[in-house]
Nanobody, 125 residues
Framework: VQLQASGGGLVQAGGSLRLSCAASERTFSSYTVGWFRQAPGKEREFVAAIRWSSGYTYYEESVQGRFTISKDNVKNTVHLQMNSLKPEDTAFYYC???????????????????WGQGTQVTVSS
């Protein structure tokens, strides 16, 4: 499945952005779709994920309560609504998907087989 991420940009601290991840050629049905981010000089880290079939969501602790991951069944798209953004949220954000992933691996980037091209999010102080 090919993934297309969009929605990044420059925003002031406290602001909001919404990222989108669209799948081409295939639906997300039965997939787990996630967002990871990577800042310069740092490792890629888990942000959030959603199981398409059940709607269960998972979040990294530092974004819990500020970010919301959701799915649009009609448009076959996953959104990441990011509110109360902080400068430390600045990173390149990647959407990813896996057709078969166990709960203990949801936060592990190596467990995902499909990656989008990413989108830059910059939060100014």
């Amino acid at each position: 499945v090919q993934l297309q991420a969009s929605g990044g940009g420059l925003v002031q601290a406290g602001g909001s952005l919404r990222l989108s991840c669209a799948a081409s050629e295939r639906t997300f049905s039965s997939y787990t779709v996630g967002w990871f981010r990577q800042a310069p000089g740092k490792e890629r880290e888990f942000v959030a994920a959603i199981r398409w079939s059940s709607g269960y969501t998972y979040y990294e602790e530092s974004v819990q309560g500020r970010f919301t991951i959701s799915k649009d069944n009609v448009k076959n798209t996953v959104h990441l609504q990011m509110n109360s953004l902080k400068p430390e949220d600045t990173a390149f954000y990647y959407c990813t998907a896996s057709s078969r992933i166990i709960l203990s691996s949801i936060r592990n980037p190596t467990a995902y087989g499909y990656w989008g091209q990413g989108t830059q999010v910059t939060v100014s102080s």
